[in-house]
Every structure is written in structure tokens, then in C-alpha cells.
């Protein structure tokens, strides 16, 4: 009997650790190994699939400016060397939470279902000269019902995806 406490504890443990784990920020950054990014100094914006909030638009514009920036590249509308794209995206999931206890069907439990937002962001920078895609970073994570915590995931988000942008000379020798 004891065996089958612990198991079931453990079990429940687990299944609470799910939406600690699914919450997580996944970033993927992929680029073109053939490319010399220090050759690119300027961008130009492109339209793409903005945020429908105006607000989190200007966000990521905002983010991914002060991110380019800090790189030494300055936006240049006249003869860029870059072209930069966003798409942002939110995906409704729903997810099915059930607690139970008790023996077979002797047992009382509870189930909820949540429905879960995730957004993802996607920037993309091209060759202006041949309009080639050299660099792509996606990153996606839960959307809060609180601004300012997403305003912060936002920030963390757009910081990660460009951590090692451009990839360093070394990166891309194969």
C-alpha cells in the first residue's frame, strides 16, 4: 500500500511540473554558414505579419531596433545592406486538467479545461542586395492576461534570439 502512495504522489508531482515545463521560452536561431554578417551594417524594415495590438507591435519594433543597435547596425531607408521582417502569432490550445482520488470508481475528482495562448515571433533578416534569407530567429512562449508580464517575456525574448547576432566568424566554419 505504501508503494502505491508513493507512486501516486510522484505522479501527481509530475503532472503539476507539466505547465512549469510548458511555459518555458523556446528559442531556435538558424542563419546561413556561407555568409559574412560583417559585410551587414544597415537594415531597412519589411513588412511582414505585425502583432494586432499596435501596442506590442511598437514593442517588438522597439526591442528588435534597440537589439540591432547594440550590434553596431543603424537603420538606413535609402541603401540598406539588411532587410529585417517580423510575423508575430498567438495560438490558442486548450488543455485538460484532472485531479482524482480514491479507489476505482469510489473516487471523487475534478477536471478543468484552460485554454492556453502561446505567442511566437518570428524575425527574419535578408540580403538586401539579393533578397536571400541569411538569418532566422523563432521564438515562442504562453501569452499572460498580464501586460506588463508579457511586455517583460517580450523583452527577455527578443534578447535571447539575438545573443549571438550575428554569428561570430567562428560559427559558421564548418
Not at 73 to 84: C, D, F, H, K, S
Amino acid at each position: 500500500m505504501h508503494k502505491q502512495t508513493f507512486r501516486t504522489v510522484l505522479a501527481t508531482v509530475c503532472v503539476s511540473l507539466i505547465p512549469i515545463v510548458a511555459s518555458a521560452q523556446t528559442v531556435a536561431v538558424d542563419y546561413d554558414r556561407q555568409v559574412d554578417f560583417s559585410k551587414f551594417k544597415s537594415y531597412a524594415w519589411v513588412s511582414g505579419e505585425p502583432a494586432s495590438n499596435p501596442l506590442v507591435h511598437k514593442r517588438i519594433v522597439s526591442g528588435i531596433e534597440a537589439q540591432l543597435a547594440s550590434k553596431g547596425w543603424t537603420q538606413n531607408n535609402e541603401t540598406p545592406n539588411a532587410l529585417v521582417v517580423y510575423y508575430a502569432a498567438i495560438d490558442a490550445e486548450r488543455q485538460l486538467n484532472a485531479w482524482g482520488n480514491g479507489p476505482r470508481w469510489n473516487g471523487f475528482g475534478s477536471a478543468k479545461i484552460e485554454t492556453i495562448l502561446t505567442g511566437q515571433l518570428v524575425v527574419d533578416v535578408y540580403d538586401a542586395r539579393n533578397e536571400e534569407l541569411i538569418w532566422r530567429g523563432v521564438v515562442s512562449d504562453e501569452v499572460s492576461d498580464k501586460p506588463e508580464k508579457n511586455e517583460k517575456r517580450l523583452n527577455e525574448a527578443i534578447a535571447k534570439l539575438f545573443k549571438q547576432f550575428p554569428p561570430a566568424r567562428s560559427n559558421r566554419t564548418n
